[in-house]
Structures are given as C-alpha cells and as structure tokens.
T-cell receptor, first 107, second 114 residues
Framework: AQRVTQPEKLLSVFKGAPVELKCNYSYSGSPELFWYVQYSRQRLQLLLRHISRESIKGFTADLNKGETSFHLKKPFAQEEDSAMYYCALYNFNKFYFGSGTKLNVKP | KAGVTQTPRYLIKTRGQQVTLSCSPISGHRSVSWYQQTPGQGLQFLFEYFSETQRNKGNFPGRFSGRQFSNSRSEMNVSTLELGDSALYLC?????????????FGPGTRLTVT
C-alpha cells in the first residue's frame, strides 16, 4: 500500500538556520514525489516535484530510493517560509499526501 | 485567469442528512480531483473525474459519490452523513490530470456534521 509519512507535525527554526522537512514513503511501483505548500490564508500549491530536479524559493528535495525518503531542505530559512508543507506521492494514477508539517520560522 | 472555485465555503449539516458540494475548475482544465482533509490525516484522495467520467477512486465508502458535467464543473455528494465526515473538502483541477499536469487547488468547503 502507498503511504507517505511526515514524522514532524511542527518544526520551529530561527531565521537563517537550515531547515529539513522529512518525508518517508512506501510504495509499489515507480513513484513520483512532490512537495506542496500552503501559506497562511492561501491555497495549497505545488512547491516542487522530484522529476524536475529544481530549486524553488531556495528549497530542494532529493529522492533517496534506498531510504525511501524525499526530504525538503533549505540552507537558510526565511520568515516567509513559515507555512504548512505536505509531501505527496503519485502512484497508480493517484496522489497520496502526508499529514503535513507546519514550519515556523522565528525572527 | 480565475482560479478554482468551490461552493459553498461553509456548511453545517446534521447526521443522516446528505450534502452536495460544487467545484468549478480553471477554464480549460478537464480533470477535477476531490480530497478530504482532516487534522492529523492530511489529504485523502476521494476521486478524480475527467471528461465526465470517474477515472480514479480512493478508499471511501459508497456514500461518497461525484459527477462531472460537460463544462468540467464537478459536484460531490455525501449521503447519510456521519460525524466523522466533518472535514475540509478540497477540489483540484488540472489540464489532463496525472503526474505531469500541475494541480490547482480551490479554497475548500468546510463541512461540519453535528
């Protein structure tokens, strides 16, 4: 069965500190991994997808098939990064979302 | 262009009743997916409609159903409401669905079952 686990409900860091949002997954087949973000009073939106190998707003995520992880990283957190982050897996024509991690970047 | 819209935004129903939620996708988008969001569970996929046909379905009981119209607008219906159905229901549209087409989410409908 497909499952996405985000072990941290809340992650608090100071501005300028590195941040890593964890995501682990279990799957059958060849998954596609995504990170979605929801800023306060805004809609859920795509942040990045692993297939694009891109950096968005300074965030990167590497797919580690051996550890079945897709952690989201940013070297220097900004206050505007405070938001809810969801890891998602696409497999068998469906999206499976984790329960989300709230990132709080303190000044 | 206009984003995904959902109506109503808030709804309060009583156990046993039924409810219909509506989603209007971005113009040109033919795929509409529905999700249930509850605290601690994250988003759970309900179903996807594409060109008026249900293309994919999640693991929800038959009380949850949906449909899509020729203009791509979609509705979902929940019959015989239970307290556990209280949630934020999100719809998302994309051009063709699938992993290569970005999903655009609506603001959600907050359903409270009492």
């Amino acid at each position: 069965a497909q499952r996405v686990t985000q072990p941290e409900k809340l992650l608090s860091v100071f501005k300028g500190a590195p941040v890593e949002l964890k995501c682990n997954y279990s799957y059958s087949g060849s998954p596609e991994l995504f990170w979605y973000v929801q800023y306060s009073r805004q809609r859920l939106q795509l942040l990045l997808r692993h297939i694009s190998r891109e950096s968005i707003k300074g965030f990167t995520a590497d797919l580690n098939k051996g550890e079945t992880s897709f952690h989201l990283k940013k070297p220097f957190a900004q206050e505007e990064d405070s938001a809810m982050y969801y890891c998602a897996l696409y497999n068998f024509n469906k999206f499976y979302f984790g329960s989300g991690t709230k990132l709080n970047v303190k000044p | 262009k206009a984003g995904v819209t959902q109506t109503p935004r808030y709804l309060i129903k009583t156990r046993g009743q039924q409810v219909t939620l509506s989603c209007s996708p971005i113009s040109g988008h033919r795929s509409v997916s529905w999700y249930q969001q509850t605290p601690g569970q994250g988003l759970q996929f309900l179903f996807e409609y594409f060109s008026e046909t249900q293309r994919n379905k999640g693991n929800f009981p038959g009380r949850f159903s949906g449909r899509q119209f020729s203009n791509s607008r979609s509705e979902m219906n929940v019959s015989t409401l239970e307290l556990g159905d209280s949630a934020l229901y999100l719809c998302a549209s994309s051009r063709e669905g699938g992993r290569f087409n970005e999903q655009y989410f609506g603001p959600g409908t907050r359903l409270t079952v009492t």
